[in-house]
Every structure is written in C-alpha cells, then in structure tokens.
C-alpha cells in the first residue's frame, strides 16, 4: 500500500479549484490536471508501510492537534519557469497552523519514515508534463496570484491508500486538541 496522511477539502474549495483548471488549461500547456473530487493537502506521504502501526501513530498525533481553519489564496509552482514540476494553490491564513499539523505528522511518523524536506502546505493542481507552452501556462498561473480561493475547516485527517491513481480513504481521525 502507497499510505498518505492527508486533510480533504470542501465541495466549495473544490468547485472553484475546477474553475481555475479549466482557466488555466486555456494556456494550451501539457498538464495532468488534479481530478477535483481527488483534491486534498498530503501531510505526510508514508509509502509501503504497516496500517496498523500508522494508524495508531496518527490516531494519537491527531489528539493533540487543534481544529483550525486555513484559506487558500493564490497561485505557484515548484520547480523552475523552464521546467515547471507543480501548479499548486496556496495556503495564506491558517499556513503556520497547517505546517505545525504537517510537522506533528514527521514528528510521530519519522520512524516510519523520515522527512527531510521543511513543510510546503499546498494543494497541488497539476503536474505539468513537458515544456510546451510552460509561458502562457505561467502567465495564467501569474493573473491568480493573491486571489482568494476558498476556506477550508481542518477538523480531522485521513489515512489514504493510493493504488493505480485511485485514493481510497483507510480511516479518519479528528483533531482534539485545545
């Protein structure tokens, strides 16, 4: 199993996510666009590993977390404006909140597998495939800087098994903290 931790968000983030893809596809770029019922923040990316041992690391990490709320602003990428690897869209309120989620995850999942890269809260959109035109792709990417995008009310995290480009949800564990 390929396991992830991973928050959902909402049918409105969602709709308004579909919206901005279908913006962006209009650059004419060869891009892997994000299903959007398949939209979710990765917490942690775990890989092969035990189900049960990572539930109970994630079920008791997730005690300690507090519910919160992020909103999501504006378009990026990684990668360079030659090569572009990801389109995501970002966290701007609720981001320092969501790192400290991500890095509660690394914390009680290190000896499962450890995280060396610091945590990036973003909701990836589309994986560009080639460098066909990456220009228009960026340009359009540039008018959606700062835009707000929705909010979404981080209250649990899912388990995920992903196989074959289907996800499918393990278990779910709300946040508890105070």
Known sequence: MRLFVAVDVNGEVRRRIEEIIQDLAQAGADVGWSPPEKLHFTLKFLGD??????ERLVKDAAKRIAPFRITLA??????SPRFVRVVWAGVSEGRQEMINAMEAMNTALNDVRKEEAPPRPHLTIGRPRGERNTENLLEKVAKHNGMKIGEVDVNQMVLKNSAAGHYEDLAVFPLEGA
Do not use: E, Q, T
């Open 49 to 54: 590993a035990d189900v049960k041992v990572v």
């Open 74 to 79: 504006g378009l990026g990428y990684f990668g």
